[in-house]
């Protein structure tokens, strides 16, 4: 059975990404607003109504804008964390209680076929999470809004057939970024802000060392970055360390303003289903 991916949106301004595995859909954020978020949905030919669960990472409004009337209107669970779900308290409206979902980091949960594992990630937010989505012998993840790239992301991550992995900004363009405050800029560059380009590209060497083969570059900053310098700085990283770009590592990029490619994983052995 395959996997389908898709960045509905990726960055500062919002964030919404969708999951399907055989009849299971979700979405992991709804940082754009619910209509935004559905109309994006429509356009890659998907129902809104048969989504099945909203996955939240934190509690930053580009990643909740759109929960709370998503989860109303379309009569789905939310799944977050203790932590986030306290630090969201008052912002995305009234939840039903039968729709809140309390996860703890680190666990295991099956939605439908869709299995899912959560894993800390260092980012200044109440308790934080990336994804890892697996069902049959196809997996991926998501993770963006880290300081740093642990080992503990590292061992959560390794292996999937697919990454959406942080490539947040290029330092020189922060450094001289008129518009952002030193305080920000001190945040964006600290082990609980933002992953760097460069910080990024390692972070690509090592997962395809472990077999991930499809990379997406998102959570680009509008300001400090551009969809051209976050590709050639990990396309370049990786070349340096022999990677064959295309053959071992397929790598894109995810949008901050419009929707994104969909992606199908297959399963690497037919077995295996």
Same mark, same amino acid.
């Given at each position: 059975?395959?996997m389908q991916l898709c960045?509905?949106?990726?960055? !500062?301004?919002?964030?919404?990404?969708?999951?399907?595995?055989g009849e299971t859909r979700?979405?992991?954020?709804?940082?754009?607003?619910?209509?935004? &978020?559905?109309?994006?949905?429509?356009? *890659?030919?998907?129902?809104?109504?048969? &989504?099945?669960?909203?996955? $939240?990472? #934190?509690? #930053?409004?580009? #990643?909740?804008?759109?929960?709370?009337?998503?989860?109303?209107?379309?009569?789905?669970?939310?799944?977050?964390?203790?932590?986030?779900? +306290?630090?969201?308290?008052?912002? *995305?409206?009234?939840?039903?209680?039968?729709?809140?979902?309390?996860?703890?980091?680190? !666990?295991?949960? %099956?939605?439908?076929? %869709?299995? &899912?594992?959560?894993?800390? &990630?260092?980012?200044? +937010?109440?308790?934080? @999470?990336?994804?890892?989505?697996?069902?049959?012998?196809?997996?991926?993840?998501?993770?963006?809004? %880290?300081?740093?790239?642990?080992?503990?992301?590292?061992s959560a991550v390794r292996?999937?057939?697919?990454?959406?992995?942080?490539?947040?900004?290029?330092?020189?363009? =922060?450094?001289?970024?008129?518009?952002?405050?030193?305080? =920000?800029?001190?945040?964006? /560059?600290?082990?609980?802000?933002?992953?760097?380009?460069?910080?990024?590209?390692?972070?690509?060497?090592?997962?395809?060392?472990?077999? @991930?083969?499809?990379?997406? =570059?998102? #959570? /680009? !900053?509008?300001?400090?970055?551009?969809?051209?310098?976050?590709?050639?700085?990990?396309?370049?990283?990786?070349?340096?360390?022999? $990677?064959?770009?295309?053959?071992? =590592?397929? $790598?894109?990029?995810?949008?901050?303003?419009?929707?994104?490619?969909?992606?199908?994983?297959?399963?690497?052995?037919?077995? +295996?289903?």
């Amino acid at each position: 059975m395959n996997m389908q991916l898709c960045p509905l949106y990726s960055g !500062s301004s919002g964030n919404a990404l969708f999951v399907q595995y055989g009849e299971t859909r979700v979405l992991v954020d709804a940082g754009k607003s619910g209509k935004m &978020i559905t109309d994006a949905l429509r356009f *890659i030919g998907v129902d809104p109504a048969s &989504i099945n669960a909203i996955l $939240i990472t #934190h509690e #930053h409004s580009d #990643h909740i804008a759109g929960a709370g009337i998503l989860a109303r209107k379309l009569k789905v669970p939310v799944y977050a964390t203790h932590g986030t779900w +306290a630090a969201m308290a008052g912002k *995305i409206g009234p939840v039903p209680e039968d729709f809140r979902r309390e996860i703890e980091s680190g !666990s295991d949960l %099956l939605i439908g076929k %869709l299995g &899912i594992t959560s894993f800390p &990630i260092p980012h200044d +937010a109440a308790e934080p @999470v990336g994804y890892r989505f697996w069902g049959g012998s196809v997996s991926a993840a998501t993770v963006t809004d %880290l300081g740093y790239f642990t080992d503990m992301v590292m061992s959560a991550v390794r292996g999937t057939d697919l990454v959406l992995l942080e490539s947040n900004h290029d330092p020189d363009m =922060l450094k001289a970024n008129d518009h952002y405050s030193q305080a =920000l800029k001190r945040r964006i /560059l600290g082990n609980h802000g933002h992953l760097s380009n460069e910080a990024c590209a390692e972070a690509a060497v090592r997962l395809a060392d472990t077999g @991930v083969r499809n990379l997406i =570059l998102g #959570h /680009l !900053s509008g300001e400090n970055n551009t969809p051209r310098l976050a590709l050639t700085t990990t396309e370049t990283r990786c070349e340096l360390e022999g $990677i064959r770009l295309g053959e071992d =590592l397929c $790598i894109d990029i995810a949008y901050r303003d419009r929707v994104g490619g969909v992606y199908t994983l297959t399963p690497r052995d037919p077995w +295996a289903e």
